[in-house]
């Protein structure tokens, strides 16, 4: 069984590290003594609030986030924040300020937009998404509320290699694709988010990140469910949370601690990418890399083939391989490799060696 497992490139849902998976299948019959299973539990049991705090406690830890920040679990996915963070945040008067790099950090303009409480900061569409808008590029409006950021752009295959100055306008990012895939000075921003489906669990929870007063300060006039502050004040607990999701994120949480932190999943991401770029970089043109070399993302390579037959034909062989999940997104077209914290180096290196023996039968 273990052994027909593939090499899983998809982009979200996506690769989860096998010893996870293990250990929630060895506890799943019978959780903690509690003779049910996690998804069975009363979420007020004090074996799930075990799970919830431990949750909260490593990812701070991980982030290096004091008592000032709080971790937050909502849910209505990644997508669902594009439309909470203006409904709590921005007005007409202090809008939220968008930096466009990609087709997430768009829909969440469009979010703001439909509220007629966004602006536009930067934006990369001129050049299709290639380059992350650089400092010199963004026109922060001293009055604006926040400025949004996506902080890896999982279709486009980019990814910020700076923090921005926002000249004291709080910084609000979206990490979905990238969050716990390296340190990142995470004191620079007031708000951060994860979709988890991509780098940290099942798809189901969202993962918040934020200073408690940027939280706090939601209006009183929204509906219950849509104010941060309720997560706040509640500790996420306020309706029934996706318990079984929260626990995964947790022993992911816990894997990437026992794994050496931030900084080796870094090393090992670096790695990972270095092989399959390389194998773009020398295959004479053969593939051709979307992104910009100071833009490219660390998470998800992306790259075109000679033809859209070669293209096909490489997604079918890749299989034959047991490397699943390489097609691109529609809007960019070819490959993409997602080569997330689970991905093993084994994985890339795999990856990259069918893509030389491609090459050299296909050229
Ligand atoms: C996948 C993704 C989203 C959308 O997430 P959902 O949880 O499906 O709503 C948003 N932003 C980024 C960067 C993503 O990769």
Aim: proline share 5%; net charge negative; aromatic share 10%.
């Amino acid at each position: 069984m273990e052994a027909d497992r593939v090499y899983n490139f998809n982009p979200g849902p996506a690769t989860l590290p096998l010893e996870v998976l293990k250990e929630a299948q060895a506890e799943f019959l019978n959780f903690h003594h509690s003779g049910m299973s996690i998804l069975e539990i009363s979420h007020r049991a004090k074996q799930y609030d075990e799970v919830h705090q431990q949750a909260k406690a490593d990812i701070k830890e991980l982030m290096g986030l004091g008592d000032d920040y709080e971790v937050l679990f909502c849910q209505g996915g990644a997508s669902q924040q594009f439309a909470m963070i203006p409904l709590n945040f921005a007005t007409k008067e202090h809008p939220g300020n968008y930096v466009l790099s990609g087709s997430f950090a768009t829909k969440a303009y469009k979010e703001a937009e439909l509220l007629g409480v966004g602006e536009i900061a930067a934006s990369s569409k001129d050049v299709d998404f290639r380059h992350i808008p650089t400092q010199d590029e963004l026109k922060i409006n001293p009055e604006a509320s926040y400025v949004h950021l996506c902080y890896n752009n999982t279709i486009y295959g980019t990814e910020f290699h700076y923090v921005p100055d926002t000249k004291g306008v709080p910084l609000i990012a979206d990490m979905s694709s990238d969050m716990l895939s390296r340190p990142v000075d995470f004191q620079k921003f007031d708000f951060i988010y994860a979709g988890v489906q991509k780098n940290l669990g099942p798809a189901g929870v969202v993962l918040v990140v934020a200073k408690k007063d940027m939280l706090a300060k939601s209006p009183e006039t929204l509906p219950t469910m849509l104010r941060y502050s309720t997560f706040l004040k509640k500790d996420s607990l306020y309706n029934t949370p996706p318990a079984f999701c929260i626990y995964m994120v947790g022993k992911v949480a816990a894997w990437i601690k026992a794994n050496g932190g931030l900084v080796e999943m870094e090393k090992r991401n670096q790695k990972k990418a270095k092989v399959v770029y390389d194998a773009i970089d020398n295959s004479n043109g053969f593939y051709r890399g979307h992104a910009d070399k100071d833009s490219r993302s660390f998470m998800n390579v992306t790259f075109r083939l000679p033809s859209e037959e070669l293209e096909k034909k490489f997604v079918a062989e890749a299989l034959e391989h047991q490397l699943s999940g390489v097609k691109g997104h529609r809007s960019v077209g070819g490959m993409r490799a997602s080569i997330y914290n689970a991905m093993p180096y084994e994985g890339a290196l795999r990856l990259a060696e069918f893509m030389e023996k491609f090459r050299k039968e296909n050229a």
